[in-house]
């Protein structure tokens, strides 16, 4: 192709995703290329870690262990909350949102900034729920390439969400004694 039809054909391109967004977001302001973007982003991500994997010569397993995919479960809500909630972690969010409030034990409620490449990654920084897919991804690849250490750092998560638990069990305990 030469020049002018590549550019009739990118701007055919730009018109047709502009029509399908205005189309999708029945007038409500939806970032589908920000998420497009991270969709992207974690393609390449995974693809990275596939590589990696690969690379190194490590066979994968047949199955994943029922131990392992409780661990990883467990890890993987803990390191999430941490990153996309935790006070301690904020000032890795502070750059796409903007604070609102507390939220619960150590935890902060957070919005994404309003501008289209901040917004999407202030959605994906605030959500334990997105968060956990970058989460769960990079830990099975650490559990495949660095299995003893992966693992090591998984049962710290897990023992922390542990302490998490406890604490809010002991938290509503005295609560419902004291009446305090």
């Known amino acids: 192709m ?10 055919r391109l730009h018109r047709l995703l502009q029509r399908t967004g205005r189309s999708y977001s029945a007038g409500n302001d939806r970032p589908l290329g920000g998420y497009l973007a991270a969709m992207t982003g974690f393609a390449a991500y995974t693809a990275a870690w596939a ?4 690379l190194r010569g490590r066979p994968l397993p047949d199955r994943p262990e029922p131990w392992d995919v409780v661990l990883t479960s467990v890890a993987t809500f803990r390191l999430s909350r941490l990153l996309s909630k935790a006070s301690v972690t904020s ?12 939220q619960g034990p150590a935890e902060l409620h957070e919005e994404a900034q309003p501008e289209d490449g901040k ?9 334990p729920f997105c968060m956990s897919v970058w989460v769960a991804s990079t ?3 650490g559990q495949l390439l660095w299995p ?6 998984m049962g710290a998560l ?12 002991y938290s509503a305990l005295v609560e419902k004694t004291t009446g305090e």
């Open 148 to 153: 003893r250490a992966t693992r090591t750092a």
């Open 2 to 11: 030469d020049t002018a039809t590549d550019s009739r054909f990118a701007g």
């Open 139 to 141: 830990l099975t690849a």
């Open 91 to 102: 000032p890795l969010r502070a750059p796409f949102t903007r604070y609102v409030g507390p």
């Open 51 to 54: 590589t990696a994997v690969r």
């Open 158 to 169: 897990a023992a922390v969400a542990g302490a998490d638990t406890l604490q809010l069990a």
């Open 119 to 127: 917004r999407t990654v202030g959605e994906l920084a605030t959500c």
